[in-house]
C-alpha cells in the first residue's frame, strides 16, 4: 500500500513539472533600481577657457621720447568662465565672466603691472527662449547680454569676435536637406541717454544656405545694421580719451562728462557675405568674402574682405591655416566694434592676416598670427605701416 502512494506522489510530481494540471511558480524578481531625482546640476553646464599670449606691435604712428618707431612687447592673458542652465524644455539662461576692462572689444589683461590684481567683469547675462522646442526648425528669443547674435565671417568687417551686444535677439532658422533658410535680429541698446534720445541699433539679417552634397556647402547673405542718433552726439569711447575709432568726428559738446568730438555722419551699413565649404584632399577648406557699404557716409564708405582658411585645429595633432585681406574706410561702419587686433582696432586701414592653429593635445592649442598693415588710410601724407604678432596657447575646460 506504502508503495502506491509513493508512485501517486511521484506521478502527481511530474505532471507539475511538465506543466499538466499544476500551475508553475516563477522566481521572484528583483524589484527595479530606484531613480535618482535630478538636481539642479543636471541642468548646468559650465564652460570656460584660459589664453597667454605673446605679443609684438611695430606701430610707426607712435614715436618714443626720442622721435624714434619702436617694438612694443608685452604678455597678456584672457580668462573667461560660463554657466548656461536648462530651465526647462524651451528655455535656457547663461552667464559669463571674463577678465578685461570695460572694453568692449577685448578682454585682455596685460601682465607687468607689479603682480597686481586683474579685473574680472560681466560679460554675458541673457534668456534664450526656444518657441519651437526639439522641433528641427528653430526660433530663438534672446534678452540680455548675449553672444553676437548675428551670423559673422571667420574674420568679420563689423565686428570682433570678443563684442557681446546688449538687448533683444531673433534668431530663426527653416529648412533641411538642400537649402536652409537663416533670419536674425536685433534690437540693441548702445547707450542710455538721459535727455537725449538713445543710442540704437536696428538690425536684420538674413542667408540661405545650399548643401550641394555633404561636403559641398554655399552660403550667402545680407545683414543691414542701422545704428541711430549718431551724427552730432558725442562719440563713445570706453577710456574717455575722444577716441573716434578712424570714425570722421566734427566739434562736439563740452560739458560734465561729455567730449569735444561728435561723429561726422549716421551709419546704416549693409554687408553682403559668401562662404563657400568643401573639402580637399580630405581637409576642410571655407572660402569666404564680405562687402560693406554705409549709404549715410558722402564718401569714404566702403570695406572689404577676403579670406581663405585650410583645415580645422580640433582633433588631436590636428592643424588650421589661414590668410586674408581686410580694408575698411574711415565712415564704412561704427570703429568702436570692429577687430581690435586689425590695424590696432577701428576703421581706416587695410592689410593681411596670416595664421596657423595646431592642437597639441585635447582643450589645449598653439596659434600664431602675424598682421602686415596701414593705417589712416584716407589722408596719404598720415599713412603708416602697422605689423603685429601674436602667439597664443589656449586651454579650454
Same mark, same amino acid.
Given at each position: 500500500m506504502r508503495q502506491v502512494k509513493i508512485a501517486a506522489a511521484v506521478a502527481i510530481i511530474a505532471g507539475g513539472i511538465g506543466g499538466v494540471g499544476v500551475a508553475q511558480t516563477s522566481a521572484p524578481q528583483s524589484p527595479p533600481p530606484a531613480q535618482v531625482p535630478k538636481t539642479w546640476a543636471d541642468s548646468v553646464t559650465f564652460k570656460g577657457d584660459i589664453r597667454y599670449r605673446y605679443e609684438s606691435i611695430n606701430d610707426d604712428s607712435k614715436l618714443d621720447a626720442s622721435g624714434s618707431t619702436y617694438t612694443r612687447q608685452r604678455d597678456r592673458i584672457r580668462a573667461r568662465l560660463g554657466a548656461e542652465a536648462k530651465c526647462n524644455d524651451n528655455l535656457k539662461a547663461g552667464i559669463e565672466f571674463s577678465t578685461g576692462q570695460s572694453d568692449p572689444v577685448?578682454?585682455?589683461?596685460?601682465? *607687468?603691472?607689479? &603682480? @597686481? !590684481? !586683474?579685473? /574680472?567683469?560681466?560679460?554675458?547675462?541673457? /534668456?534664450?527662449?526656444? &518657441?519651437?522646442?526639439?522641433?528641427?526648425?528653430?526660433?530663438?528669443?534672446?534678452?540680455?547680454?548675449?553672444?553676437?547674435p548675428f551670423i559673422t565671417m571667420p574674420d568679420d568687417l563689423v565686428w570682433d569676435g570678443d563684442l557681446t551686444p546688449e538687448g533683444l535677439a531673433l534668431k530663426s532658422q527653416f529648412g533641411r536637406g538642400f537649402a536652409t533658410f537663416l533670419a536674425n535680429g536685433g534690437y540693441m541698446w548702445i547707450q542710455e541717454r538721459s535727455d537725449r534720445d538713445d543710442l540704437m541699433l536696428y538690425a536684420g539679417q538674413g542667408a540661405l544656405k545650399l548643401e550641394f552634397a555633404p561636403?559641398?556647402?554655399?552660403?550667402?547673405?545680407?545683414? %543691414?545694421? @542701422? /545704428?541711430?542718433?549718431?551724427q552730432g552726439y558725442d562719440v563713445v569711447d570706453w577710456e574717455s580719451k575722444n577716441n573716434s575709432y578712424g570714425n570722421s568726428t566734427a566739434n562736439g559738446t563740452v560739458s560734465g562728462t561729455t567730449t569735444n568730438k561728435a561723429w561726422a555722419c549716421e551709419f546704416t551699413p549693409v554687408v553682403y /557675405? +559668401?562662404?563657400?565649404?568643401?573639402?580637399? +584632399? *580630405?581637409k576642410p577648406l571655407a572660402v569666404y568674402a564680405q562687402e560693406l557699404s554705409n549709404s549715410d557716409a558722402t564718401s569714404l564708405d566702403q570695406g572689404h574682405l577676403y579670406g581663405v582658411s585650410l583645415g580645422k585645429a580640433k582633433n588631436l595633432r590636428t592643424w588650421e591655416l589661414g590668410y586674408n585681406y581686410a580694408e575698411l574706410e574711415k565712415d564704412a561702419t561704427v570703429g568702436m566694434f570692429t577687430d581690435s587686433d586689425r590695424w590696432g582696432g577701428g576703421t581706416d586701414g !587695410?592689410?593681411? !592676416?596670416? %595664421? *596657423?592653429?595646431?592642437?597639441?593635445?585635447?582643450?589645449?592649442? +598653439? +596659434?600664431?598670427?602675424? &598682421? &602686415?598693415?596701414e593705417k589712416k588710410i584716407s589722408d596719404p601724407a598720415k599713412k603708416t605701416d602697422y605689423d603685429r604678432l601674436q602667439i597664443d596657447l589656449v586651454a579650454n575646460f
Open positions: 577685448s578682454g585682455n589683461q596685460s601682465l *607687468g603691472d607689479g &603682480f @597686481g !590684481k !586683474k579685473e /574680472f567683469r560681466l560679460n554675458m547675462a541673457y /534668456f534664450d527662449y526656444n &518657441f519651437l522646442g526639439d522641433n528641427p526648425n528653430e526660433v530663438h528669443a534672446i534678452a540680455g547680454k548675449m553672444k553676437n561636403e559641398v556647402v554655399l552660403t550667402l547673405g545680407v545683414s %543691414y545694421y @542701422g /545704428f541711430q542718433n549718431m /557675405f +559668401a562662404q563657400l565649404d568643401l573639402w580637399v +584632399a *580630405g !587695410k592689410g593681411h !592676416k596670416v %595664421y *596657423g592653429k595646431y592642437q597639441l593635445m585635447k582643450n589645449l592649442q +598653439a +596659434a600664431v598670427s602675424y &598682421f &602686415f598693415d
